[in-house]
Each structure stands twice: as structure tokens, then as C-alpha cells.
């Protein structure tokens, strides 16, 4: 009887992150009680951008996965700037209507008799 010779498959890369995110976790252990949950959040990004990341053709495969988290804190950095801009335009568009008001009143007040 002759032996059939199979391949060897590729993992998925959703098996390949989580490998990697069960690898790197240890480092989870060390972290004080306050940055765990930071960490547990840049491993969710990991997961949560997996499906790009793997379209990466990279042979060492935390560059996906580093990419993946860099690319997250980017878009939240991104968002929270997009925040502030238009908080910080409310509040001169605001503080500029209470100038104006301020100095008609004081006009209307100098043409008074």
C-alpha cells in the first residue's frame, strides 16, 4: 500500500491571531490592574482588524498584528481630534455671539440720551 502524501496547510490567520494574542497575553500578567483593560483593548484591535491584516504578505507575523493596533489607536486618535475640532469651533462660534451681544449692547447704550 502506498502512502498518501498530504500537504501541510496554512492556518487561518484568525487562528494564527489568536496564537499570537494567547502568546502575548502573558505579558498581561505583569500589568497593573488599570492597564490591563488598556491591554485587553489593543488585543480586541488585533481581532477587530484581522481580516485586513491578513492580507498583508509579511513571513514574521506580529507585523499584521503590530500594523492592526497601530492602525486602531490611529483611528481613535484621528476620531478624538475630529471631537475636539468641532467642540473647539462651538465654543468660539459661542464665546463670538456673547462678544457681538456684548457690543451692540454696549452701542446702544452710548447712543442712549
Request: proline share 4%; net charge neutral.
Amino acid at each position: 500500500m502506498e502512502a498518501c502524501s498530504v500537504g501541510r496547510t496554512i492556518p487561518s490567520w484568525r487562528l494564527v491571531v489568536n496564537d499570537e494574542i494567547e502568546r502575548i497575553g502573558r505579558f498581561r500578567s505583569f500589568l497593573r490592574v488599570e492597564d490591563k483593560e488598556i491591554f485587553d483593548d489593543l488585543l480586541r484591535q488585533c481581532k477587530h482588524y484581522a481580516p485586513y491584516a491578513s492580507t498583508m504578505a509579511s513571513v514574521v507575523k506580529e507585523v499584521p498584528l503590530m500594523f492592526s493596533m497601530m492602525f486602531g489607536q490611529h483611528k481613535m486618535i484621528w476620531e478624538l481630534e475630529k471631537r475636539l475640532a468641532k467642540l473647539e469651533a462651538n465654543q468660539t462660534q459661542r464665546s463670538g455671539v456673547q462678544d457681538s451681544s456684548s457690543g451692540l449692547e454696549t452701542i446702544v447704550h452710548a447712543n442712549q440720551p
